[in-house]
């Protein structure tokens, strides 16, 4: 069974800086997209960072030049790292990935989520 599990998350002052993991396990023969989502109380679920198979990154706009997305294709592990942080940077972050387990059942998995708390 494929899962995603986030680490990483906690309590920081504004302009410190988090970083977050995902690790995917299970039988995984492939992963395609990976992407770090976020919700706020109250609010929707807004995409913060994704990165494609191939390396490349997009990031929200409220978000740029402050947090990177990478990934560690040997470990099946995608991080962002978060710095300059700010107190709406606060939410569940959610990781998401796109993978291709050993039957060749491609599906979209969701990790349970990590909260990230910034503080004024």
């Known amino acids: 069974q494929v899962q995603l599990v986030e680490s990483g998350g906690g309590l920081v002052q504004a302009g410190g800086s988090l970083r977050l993991s995902c690790a995917a396990s299970?039988?995984?023969?492939?992963?395609?997209?990976m992407a770090w989502y976020r919700q706020a109380p109250g609010k929707q679920r807004e995409l913060v960072a994704v990165i494609t198979s191939g390396g490349s990154t997009n990031y929200a706009d409220s978000v740029k030049g402050r947090f990177t997305i990478s990934r560690d294709n040997a470990k099946n592990t995608v991080y962002l790292q978060m710095n300059s942080l700010k107190p709406e940077d606060t939410a569940v972050y959610y990781c998401?990935?796109?993978?291709?387990?050993?039957?060749?059942?491609?599906?979209?998995?969701w990790g349970r989520g990590t909260q990230v708390t910034v503080s004024s």
């Open positions: 299970g039988s995984i023969l492939s992963i395609n997209r």
């Open positions: 998401n990935g796109g993978l291709q387990d050993s039957s060749g059942y491609f599906g979209d998995y």
